[in-house]
C-alpha cells in the first residue's frame, strides 16, 4: 500500500513541474503510456492472488485517473491561455469587406424618399405579365412583350420595369387618400452589351394627390435629384415623352456644372384609366435607372464594373458612407 502513496506523491510532484504541452505528454507517458509505470504495475497483476489482485487493480486504477484528470486539466488551462494570447506582430488585416456602390446608393435614396413620406413596396422579380405589361396599358403587340427583348418564364416573366409594382400596391388598396409610393428593384431585359446589362435596377415611384401636376412632379423631381447627387446646382429638364401608362409623359435630363444633358428618369400623370380602376382621381409617377444615377453619382463609367466583383475596384467605394 505504501508503493500507491509514494507514487500518488510521485504523480503529483512531477506534475507540479509541467509547464509545456510537450511535458504534459511525456508526464502522461511516463506513467500511462505503453510501457509507463502503472501500465506495467498492471501487467503484474496476473502473477498475484485473486485478493490482492482486486486491492491492487483498484489502487493502480484509481492513480491512472488521477493522471489522466491531472493531463486533461494541464490541456483545458493551455487552451483558455492560448485563446487570450495576442501576437501585437502580425500586420492588422485592412481589406475588410465594403458595401457596393449600388448598394450604397439604394441606402441613401431609401433614406431621401422616406424622408419624403414614400412607403416602401417590394413586389415580386418574376411577375404576372397582367401586371407587368397588361394593366399598364401595354398592349399585346407592344415590342417588349416580344421573347427578344424580354424573358419570359412559363407562365410569367422577369419583370422588365418596376412600374409593376405601381398596380400591385393600387391592387391592394393598402393606401387610401392621398399617398406615395416607391419600390427598388432588379428588372431584367434581353440587352447584353457595353451599355446594357441583362439584368440592372430601377427605383419606382408614384404619388397620388389631387393636386399632382407636372409642376409638382418637376418640383419632387429636382429636390430628390438634388439630395441623391448632394448637389444643390443641378437643374433638370422635361422633355415630351411616350409611356403607355403615364399621359402626359416626360423624359427627364439633369444638367451638371459642365453643362452637359444627361437623361436620366422617365416620369408622367398616370393614365387616367389605370387610376380610376382602383377609385383614384389623380397622381404622378417616375422610373429611375439605379445603375444610371449611380454612375453618375460615382463617375463610374463603365457600367459592368457593377458585376464583375473586382476587388480593388469595391475598395474605391470603401470610404463612402
Ligand atoms: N417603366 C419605365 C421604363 O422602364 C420608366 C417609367 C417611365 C416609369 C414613366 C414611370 C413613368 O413610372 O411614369 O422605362
Known amino acids: 500500500m505504501n508503493e500507491f502513496i509514494q507514487l500518488q506523491d510521485q504523480i503529483t510532484k512531477e506534475f507540479k513541474t509541467v509547464d509545456s504541452a510537450n511535458q504534459a505528454n511525456h508526464f502522461k507517458s511516463k506513467f500511462i503510456g505503453k510501457n509507463g509505470i502503472l501500465t506495467e504495475l498492471l501487467n503484474q497483476l496476473k502473477h498475484l492472488d485473486a485478493e490482492s489482485k482486486k486491492k491492487h487493480g483498484y489502487e493502480i486504477n484509481k492513480l491512472k485517473n488521477l493522471v489522466t484528470s491531472l493531463y486533461s486539466s494541464f ?3 493551455l487552451d483558455q491561455s492560448e485563446s487570450i494570447q ?28 422616406q ?18 405589361f397588361d394593366a399598364l396599358n401595354i398592349d399585346h403587340n407592344h ?5 427578344k427583348e424580354t424573358f419570359f418564364t412559363a407562365n410569367n416573366v422577369l ?57 409638382t412632379l418637376k418640383y419632387f423631381l429636382l429636390n430628390f435629384l438634388r439630395k ?17 401608362f403615364t399621359e402626359p409623359s416626360v423624359e427627364v435630363d439633369v444638367k451638371f456644372e459642365n453643362g452637359k444633358w444627361l437623361e436620366i428618369l422617365g416620369a408622367g400623370i398616370i393614365r387616367k ?12 409617377a417616375f422610373g429611375i435607372g439605379l445603375e444610371r444615377i449611380t454612375m453618375i453619382k460615382f463617375g463610374i463609367n463603365n457600367m459592368r464594373n457593377f458585376v464583375t466583383n473586382d476587388y480593388p475596384w469595391l475598395q474605391n467605394y470603401s470610404s463612402r458612407r
Open 159 to 215: 419583370r422588365t420595369h418596376t412600374t409593376a409594382v405601381q398596380i400591385r400596391a393600387l391592387e391592394s388598396q393598402k393606401y387610401t387618400n392621398n399617398f406615395r409610393v416607391y419600390s427598388i428593384g432588379d428588372v431584367y431585359r434581353r440587352d447584353d452589351d457595353a451599355t446594357h446589362l441583362p439584368m440592372f435596377h430601377q427605383i419606382e415611384g408614384f404619388v397620388i394627390d389631387e393636386e399632382a401636376s407636372i409642376a
Open 115 to 132: 424622408n419624403f413620406g414614400f412607403m416602401y413596396e417590394l413586389g415580386p422579380s418574376v411577375e404576372d405579365t397582367y401586371y407587368n
Open 273 to 284: 384609366n389605370i387610376l380610376s380602376s382602383y377609385g383614384h382621381k389623380n397622381g404622378f
Open 228 to 244: 441623391f447627387f448632394e448637389n444643390d446646382n443641378i437643374s433638370i429638364r422635361l422633355r415630351p415623352g411616350y409611356f403607355p
Open 86 to 113: 495576442t501576437d501585437y506582430s502580425i500586420p492588422v488585416y485592412v481589406n475588410k469587406g465594403s458595401l457596393h456602390p449600388l448598394t450604397l446608393a439604394i441606402k441613401q435614396i431609401h433614406e431621401i424618399m
Open 143 to 147: 415590342p417588349s412583350r416580344d421573347a
Open 75 to 77: 490541456n483545458e488551462n
